[in-house]
């Protein structure tokens, strides 16, 4: 295998036939069965968010749960990196609660700040950085997601587990 690409509902895996057996490989692939849950190596990823962002409300009502009832709700599940993408350090969080499911926005904003915290369909997700985006804002942290000065420059890999916290 060269390389994977794991999304939402699919796995790009980049063979090299000339020395793999590439039928061997599909069949494995089809016979494996997703082990869900975190890494057992790390401890839930901690980030502190400031809950004022522009679609809060709209969540709120969206949901039914009110501004306080979606801030009680991102925060009280711990959540699971799935996958990465989009933007380097951009991670797709599963895991949370079902309620908070609500639809991209029906116009994407031409510019998202970076740390922005944000809801589509069953995702949450911080932005690395700047960038145009159509979820749902609910908030805002100072973590960064992506510094490439770190080691690795991902704060969130796939199969971490992360916990958003209130910030005071």
């Known amino acids: 295998m060269v390389d994977s690409v794991p999304a939402a509902r699919t796995?790009?895996?980049r063979i090299d036939a000339g020395v793999t057996?590439?039928?061997r490989v599909a069949r494995c692939v089809r016979r494996t069965e997703p082990r869900p849950g975190a890494r057992p190596d790390a401890g839930p990823v901690e980030i502190p968010v400031h809950y004022d962002g522009e679609d809060l409300s709209e969540v709120g009502r969206l949901t039914g749960l009110g501004e306080r009832g979606v801030i009680d709700a991102h925060t009280g599940r711990e959540w699971t990196v799935a996958f990465c993408g989009f933007a380097p350090g951009f991670g797709y969080l599963v895991g949370g609660d079902e309620r908070l499911r609500v639809p991209r926005r029906s116009t994407p904003r031409t510019r998202v700040?970076?740390?922005a915290v944000a809801l589509a369909g069953e995702f949450a997700s911080v932005y690395p950085r700047e960038s145009p985006g159509g979820w749902q804002l609910i908030g805002h942290t100072s973590?960064?997601?992506?510094?490439i000065d770190r080691?690795?420059?991902?704060?969130?890999?796939p199969g971490a587990r992360v916990r958003f916290v209130e910030a005071s």
Do not use: F, T
């Open 113 to 115: 700040p970076a740390g």
């Open 143 to 147: 973590i960064r997601p992506w510094d």
């Open 21 to 23: 057996d590439v039928g």
């Open 151 to 157: 080691d690795p420059p991902a704060l969130m890999l």
């Open 11 to 13: 796995l790009l895996l």
